[in-house]
């Protein structure tokens, strides 16, 4: 954790984890993925790895393999059993987790709602913003004495994007090269007049976990890449029948074949090097 220190970033005073615990020597990873609703395996003959992080525990256990030559480690963010709603996940753990295993690229696939005709089920969308709709989750890392202000203008790596693009075409899955999700609190569903007005904004998608799981990455200088596999219309589309958890995970399940077509072969042709502004987020941020 020395490189979080020099940036400022320490643990809070309520550190739960023992000494021995702090001082664990934790096996290394290059790529992170966290696995979203209906999504929980990636890695054939995994090492299951506990991570402890001073900010409680992770969604689940990590799981560390490898994929065309690359390191990755897999976490499902809603727990291997699905038993954390959206605003119940402790996105700084999972992220924290991330960072202790050396990963500084993570992909992060979710199921998301459409906004417009266009993006149909079963479309990946490569976002390139978002919009907070959430509150009272914990989303920074610098709760003080250091105040440290973050940009969050462009919050998804170009980088990771372009790749993630060009692969998901290079597969034949129908995707979208850019954007925005809205980020509302859930459990439950949007009413139409939500809906409505998010799509009279001119956004693209809604979901429940991206924020401040992407932000959270910026502030560790994690590479962030969003893939929103579209698995129904909101509720405000006309002629529509609202969206139900049965008809989510129906495509879900249908697509997680494409999720890990695009994974498997996105991650080892993401470059070795980084040369994005992600990596030197922390600059000139803090007072």
Request: with cysteine; hydrophobic share 35%.
């Amino acid at each position: 954790m020395a490189m979080l220190y020099n940036h400022a970033v320490t643990p809070p005073e309520h550190d739960t984890c023992t000494e021995e615990e702090n001082e664990m020597e934790y096996p290394k990873a290059e790529i992170g993925v966290f696995g979203g609703s209906g999504f929980y395996e990636l890695i054939d003959d995994p090492t299951d790895i506990k991570v402890n992080t001073p900010f409680g525990a992770p969604s689940s256990h990590v799981t560390i393999g490898d994929i065309g030559g690359r390191t990755v480690a897999f976490l499902p963010r809603h727990g291997s059993d699905h038993s954390l709603p959206p605003h119940m996940i402790n996105y700084r753990a999972n992220l924290w987790a991330m960072k202790e295993l050396g990963v500084t690229r993570i992909i992060g696939p979710n199921a998301c709602g459409s906004l417009r005709h266009a993006i149909e089920p079963g479309h990946f969308v490569i976002c390139d913003q978002f919009v907070d709709r959430t509150w009272g989750r914990p989303d920074t890392f610098f709760d003080g004495p250091v105040t440290t202000h973050v940009s969050s203008a462009d919050p998804y790596c170009e980088t990771m994007r372009k790749v993630a693009y060009d692969t998901a075409i290079g597969l034949g899955i129908p995707a979208h090269s850019s954007g925005t999700v809205v980020v509302i609190q859930g459990p439950r569903f949007s009413t139409r007049s939500e809906s409505r007005w998010y799509a009279s904004q001119g956004w693209e998608v809604i979901n429940m976990t991206q924020y401040p799981e992407c932000y959270l990455a910026r502030e560790l200088e994690i590479c962030y890449c969003n893939v929103s596999l579209i698995t129904d219309y909101d509720a405000g589309a006309e002629g529509i029948k609202p969206v139900t958890n049965e008809e989510v995970l129906r495509v879900v399940k249908e697509n997680n074949e494409n999720v890990k077509r695009l994974l498997h072969a996105m991650i080892p042709a993401l470059p070795a090097e980084r040369e994005c502004v992600c990596a030197t987020a922390l600059e000139g941020a803090s007072f």
